[in-house]
Structure formats: structure tokens, C-alpha cells
């Protein structure tokens, strides 16, 4: 039986350290054979499971418990920042659906992408932060919707939770890929809270383009039998 090394990490965590979306990282993607992959995240049951086949070129694959992603937010966050740790920083990440820059400030880390490139979510606006938060989890009829309301409008912050139980997930703690959608929509820089605790940063660059960043920690390294 075969062994890989695992990188679990907390993708856009609050500025007190908590909450994040858990990720699993494989930095020797070759150790996970390709017809174990899908079952290797379904296994792991985090949101997201990224599989690094080339950590010089930043090359990686992002799988769901149920599908094969061409790209996702907190996973590309979350790799970019393992990587630079790690002692091989990248300019840039590719993944199937394009070349996605990375760049750190400070103790962020921020990837840009394209919001065509995000999972088909549902951006439903609420009337208030207190309707998000009463949200039952998942809504009835909840397949790919990210709900959002304004804490702050001129601040630019913004209340969400994300419900993508189509992806074999209840509810996302922290999307990264959602607020790409929402930062394009709106074409204004936001601070998105969402889930129980999660910190988002999103900027709009050129027209359909945004980035997301936020903190990252790693909670552990282990060996997983494959």
C-alpha cells in the first residue's frame, strides 16, 4: 500500500486565527495515483483536495468530493501560500481552466482569476445581514447559491454563507470562487464575513476579472495510506 504526505490547511481564516476552510494539500501529487484522486477527496471530505503535479510551475488539479474542479478559490489561496512556505513561491498557478496570478502583501495571500471560471453559483441578495444568518443549512431547493447582504454598503462589507450541496458539500465556510463573482458583479473592492468566522478580500482588476485573498494557517502534516 502506497502513502502520500497530506497538508491540511485553513484558507481564509479571521484575523483572530479561527474558522477558515479546511484543505487538503498534496505536494507530491504523483504519490495519488489519477483513478484514486476522486475517491481520495470524497474520502477526505473537505471541500476542496488539490493534487500539486508540478510545484515549480505551480500545475494542480482541484477536486470536490464529487467532481473535478477547473478552478476554485480557497484551494488556489491555499496552494499558492503552501507553496511559497515550502521554499517554491510561484508567480502564477495553472490549472485547468487558465493561468491564475498569485501574489502575497504582508501576510496575505491573493490569486486573480476570471469569474467565468467559477462554479455556477446562484448570487442571491438578502435584505439584511440577519436573513443570511437565519438561513437554515442547506435552504430547501439548494444547489449551487451563495446568499449575500450588505453589512456596510459604503464600507463595501458584506455578510454570505455559501450552500453548494450539488458538490457533495452542506455548506462552504469561505468561497473564494463565489466572491469572485460577487466582486465582479459589483465592481467594487468588498470584505466579505462568511460562514461561522471566515475573512474574504476581493478586488475587481479588468473587466471580469477579480482577486480574492485572505489568511492562511496550516493545522497539520500527515502520511494518508493509500
Not at 28 to 47: C, H, I, N, T
Not at 170 to 178: L, M
Amino acid at each position: 500500500m502506497g502513502m502520500a504526505t497530506l497538508h491540511v490547511l485553513r484558507v481564509f481564516v479571521g484575523a483572530d486565527g479561527e474558522w477558515g476552510n479546511p484543505l487538503g494539500v498534496f505536494l507530491d501529487g504523483a504519490d495519488v495515483p489519477e483513478g484514486r484522486r476522486q475517491d481520495v477527496a470524497r474520502e477526505l471530505g473537505y471541500s476542496e483536495t488539490v493534487f500539486v503535479d508540478d510545484d515549480e510551475r505551480g500545475e494542480c488539479r482541484i477536486f470536490t468530493p464529487r467532481s473535478e474542479l477547473p478552478f476554485a478559490g480557497h484551494p488556489s489561496v491555499g496552494t499558492a501560500w503552501l507553496l511559497g512556505r515550502e521554499g517554491t513561491a510561484v508567480e502564477r498557478l495553472r490549472v485547468p481552466a487558465g493561468d491564475i496570478a498569485a501574489r502575497r502583501e504582508g501576510e496575505l495571500t491573493f490569486v486573480a482569476a476570471r469569474a467565468e471560471w467559477s462554479p455556477p453559483f446562484e448570487l442571491k441578495r438578502l435584505p439584511s445581514p440577519e436573513a443570511v444568518e437565519q438561513l437554515p443549512s442547506p435552504p430547501p431547493d439548494a444547489a449551487m447559491d451563495y446568499f449575500w447582504a450588505w453589512e456596510d454598503e459604503p464600507a463595501g462589507i458584506v455578510r454570505a454563507r455559501c450552500f453548494p450541496p450539488a458538490e457533495g458539500i452542506e455548506e462552504d465556510e469561505a468561497t473564494g470562487s463565489a466572491a469572485i463573482s460577487l466582486c465582479v458583479e459589483l465592481d467594487r473592492p468588498l470584505r466579505i464575513h462568511q460562514g461561522q468566522g471566515s475573512l474574504l478580500h476581493a478586488t475587481p482588476l479588468d473587466p471580469g476579472r477579480a482577486e480574492v485573498g485572505g489568511w492562511v494557517v496550516l493545522d497539520q502534516v500527515r502520511e494518508l495510506a493509500l
